[in-house]
């Protein structure tokens, strides 16, 4: 899980500053949103304090209306130590008493020219994507036929190669090498590369190339989410290995499990092209067309035919 600050915020977004200058540093532990209505109305029983607080027009102005001494009072209390930041929207002004309570605090509190609305969204996003648990895993992420594919295997194996001719074919380049993945949501992981590692792969004999360089920017992409993985392994000739493709092995990533395709490797095999069939028939599975169950189907069939002639 990255950490992120106000400051990253403020960067992200083109915020404004108007106090609390000195709590920029101040982590944002989570991605929910508060409009703090209710708080601002005078109930601050279930105060979510650890959420950044947008004021929009309505608490804005409803605030102008108090006396103030309730402002002051008011102000002080959604400027908790607790809270991460304060961004008041629509670029409205901003009061004073919230100013000085902002100052007193260190409480940083912004304005945006966005609609609450807005800003309510792009900060979820932003948030949820960046907040979100995360872990890496040694491999390579390509985007093929709109599938993220992510291929595993041991040091030396050829995944970067693979990689290479399937980009070559028209595919895309996510990440090789490293893959940071993370769960986004429930059962979605999405892979994405090492700012170092972007766009970049890694072929030995060869040493780094720059896909985006070589193949233009359709053979790249930033992020992709993470539907199949195929490891790759040596072939071992004493190990019997799935030939029809009934058998289903799941591999569990965080949260989420994802099909997982072992294929062995040994001279002679077009690994590009298994690859690359191995995903058209995962999509094929996903919309309901399993050719293997069909013919375990007619396999069926025909024995029971066979051992009878009334069947």
């Not at 130590?81 to 304060?86: G, K, L, Q, S």
Request: hydrophobic residues 40%; proline residues 5%.
């Amino acid at each position: 899980m990255d950490h992120v600050t106000v400051k990253d915020v403020m960067e992200r977004f083109g915020l404004e500053l108007s106090a609390g200058a000195e709590g920029i540093g101040r982590h944002i532990a989570s991605s929910d949103i508060s409009r703090p209505g209710l708080e601002v109305a005078g109930f601050f029983e279930y105060y979510p304090a650890n959420r950044i607080q947008l004021l929009g027009k309505s608490e804005i102005s409803f605030f102008s209306m108090l006396p103030r001494l309730d402002k002051m009072e008011r102000a002080r209390k959604l400027c908790s130590p607790d809270t991460p930041m304060i961004v008041v929207c629509h670029s409205m002004r901003i009061p004073p008493e919230l100013v000085a309570a902002a100052e007193e605090e260190q409480v940083p509190l912004l304005s945006s020219p966005m609609t609450t609305t807005k800003l309510s969204n792009k900060l979820s996003d932003f948030l949820e994507n960046r907040l979100a648990p995360m872990t890496a895993v040694h491999g390579v992420l390509l985007d093929i036929y709109g599938l993220g594919v992510l291929i595993t295997g041991k040091s030396g194996i050829g995944k970067s190669e693979v990689a290479l001719d399937l980009v070559k074919r028209g595919h895309r380049l996510v990440a090789d090498d490293m893959v940071e993945i993370r769960q986004v949501a429930e059962d979605t992981l999405v892979g994405n590369p090492p700012e170092l590692l972007r766009h970049l792969l890694e072929i030995r004999g060869l040493g780094i190339i720059d896909v985006q360089m070589l193949f233009g920017a359709s053979a790249i992409r930033d992020f992709k989410r993470i539907t199949l993985v195929i490891d790759l392994e040596l072939w071992d000739p004493e190990r019997s290995y799935d030939r029809l493709g009934l058998e289903e092995e799941k591999l569990k990533i965080l949260d989420t499990e994802l099909t997982r395709l072992t294929v062995p490797v040994r001279p002679g095999r077009n690994m590009s092209s298994i690859v690359e069939v191995a995903a058209m028939n995962h999509r094929m599975k996903q919309m309901g067309m399993n050719a293997a169950e069909q013919f375990s189907d007619r396999l069926n069939d025909m024995i029971g035919r066979e051992q009878d002639p009334s069947y």
